[in-house]
């Protein structure tokens, strides 16, 4: 396995980065972001090795995916011995066992005591699309509502359910229709409780939709690409319980907060709340890219046949990792390793919080964020994210921002990350920002 270790032998970019950027540039529509400017040839546990040699210590696992690590053994032998005996036959044609397996694992991870069943497609943005269909099939209702700050996806219909316009929605309108904003739970902005926080977004889902139009309610159990954001305690189990006591289907999208992220198999667990169905993606598969709406029999069983599918959904070499990556979850206790995450970050990262740009350090498990804002002014200070990032990114470490006003550093380590390692990447962070010098 590659050295645990951070090491630069070039700048970043080195040489061999820079060829890759200009081909890149050359080859590649110019749409396509790139947070941190290296091309990486090898990965392992907590570390990116790039095409340079130089070892970066990796705080984002790919957008909360590789968990477990980039290509890890296990994973990488399931999919390779997958790969050699069916690559595809597309399941709406023949089965295979791999799809069946992982629907069947799906449903018992997935809370919820009665029975549940699964489907599987490609990406989060699809799994939430059907999770949609489903719901409009099963109540024979259109309208959907999202929250403030929600992201969703880049199709059609989940840019409607994403709140934020740059990068996401901007000149790619007119969006799906059905689709309405109700208020979030934001506390460090709001300063409501829970109950109240529902009881806000309630009001405006009554008055200004009605539980009589509406097919569903679909939320993130703690917002992703919104900045991370904990909703108060009693927010998310006030809106499941309206929603069950109006004919709503509550959606979780679990796209990003999903296997082991936060400390439990899913977020929604840590308040008892169970979701009607459930979107699931990112850290499902160590990479390989598979998805899945997973739920209610009666809901999932409301679709005609034929009526959910596609060509590549459930790719057996995907579902083969999915397996591998959800057994190593569980054999190593990987809930038990965000949590040691969390007691750790919040050790090294406590210095930051009297920097007078440090608004809030939040998050759960190894979800947690720094949101930016300057106490003076009230600015959010979206440059100095990018900024503190792309110096990070300069040192050895990979960091993301997110956030509907860019301001937030949020980190995603790989939970299998040495501890080691983990205190030096996120001393790297405190260091950078302890620099930061507010003109
Ligand atoms: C990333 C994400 C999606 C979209 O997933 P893709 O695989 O990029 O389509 C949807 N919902 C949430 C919460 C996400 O974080």
């Given at each position: ?154 199709t059609s219909l989940t840019m409607a359910l ?75 189990p006030a809106l499941a319980q309206w929603c ?184 790297v962070l405190v260091e950078v920002l302890m ?5």
């Amino acid at each position: 396995m590659l050295e645990q270790k951070r090491e630069l032998v070039t700048g970043i970019p080195g040489p061999a980065s820079q060829r890759l950027l200009e081909r890149r540039k050359d080859a590649i529509s110019a749409g396509v972001g790139m947070a941190v400017p290296v091309f990486v040839a090898e990965g392992a546990g907590g570390i990116l090795r790039d095409v340079d040699g130089n070892q970066l210590i990796d705080l984002g696992s790919g957008i909360a995916v590789t968990s477990v690590g980039v290509s890890d053994p296990d994973v990488v032998a399931a999919a390779s011995r997958q790969a050699q005996a069916v690559t595809h036959t597309c399941f709406m044609v023949t089965g295979y066992e791999p799809y069946v397996a992982l629907c069947e694992r799906l449903n018992e991870l997935v809370p919820g005591d009665g029975p549940k069943k699964s489907v599987l497609f490609n990406s989060g943005a699809e799994a939430v699309e059907n999770a949609v269909k489903i719901a409009r099939v099963a109540t024979g209702k259109h309208q959907v509502a999202a929250v403030e700050h929600a992201y969703h996806g880049r199709t059609s219909l989940t840019m409607a359910l994403t709140a934020k316009a740059m990068p996401f929605k901007r000149g790619f309108g007119p969006f799906t229709p059905g689709v309405v904003r109700v208020p979030t739970s934001y506390p460090l902005k709001d300063e409501l409780d829970g109950e109240q926080a529902a009881r806000r977004t309630i009001t405006r889902l009554e008055a200004e939709i009605g539980a009589e139009d509406l097919a569903a309610l679909i939320i993130e159990p703690i917002q992703g690409e919104g900045g991370f954001l904990v909703p108060a305690a009693g927010f998310l189990p006030a809106l499941a319980q309206w929603c069950r006591n109006n004919g709503v289907v509550f959606i979780a999208d679990e796209v990003q907060t999903g296997f082991c992220r936060t400390g439990d198999w899913f977020a929604c667990e840590h308040e008892a709340v169970i979701p009607d169905l459930m979107t699931l993606a990112k850290g499902i598969a160590d990479g390989f890219p598979v998805s899945a709406v997973t739920g209610r029999a009666d809901l999932m069983d409301s679709v005609h046949v034929g009526g959910m599918g596609g060509t590549y959904g459930g790719n057996p070499v995907a579902c083969a990792a999915a397996l591998a990556t959800i057994d190593k979850m569980a054999s190593d206790d990987l809930n038990a390793a965000a949590r040691r995450i969390e007691q750790v970050a919040r050790e090294v990262l406590a210095p930051l919080l009297e920097l007078h740009f440090v608004a809030e350090l939040r998050g759960r498990g190894a979800m947690l964020a720094l949101e930016l804002i300057d106490s003076r002014t009230g600015q959010h200070l979206s440059d100095l994210a990018r900024a503190v990032a792309a110096r990070c990114a300069q040192l050895g470490v990979v960091v993301l921002t997110a956030g509907t006003h860019g301001n937030v550093i949020r980190l995603l380590p790989p939970l299998v990350i040495g501890e080691e390692l983990l205190r030096e990447g996120l001393g790297v962070l405190v260091e950078v920002l302890m620099e930061q010098e507010l003109s």
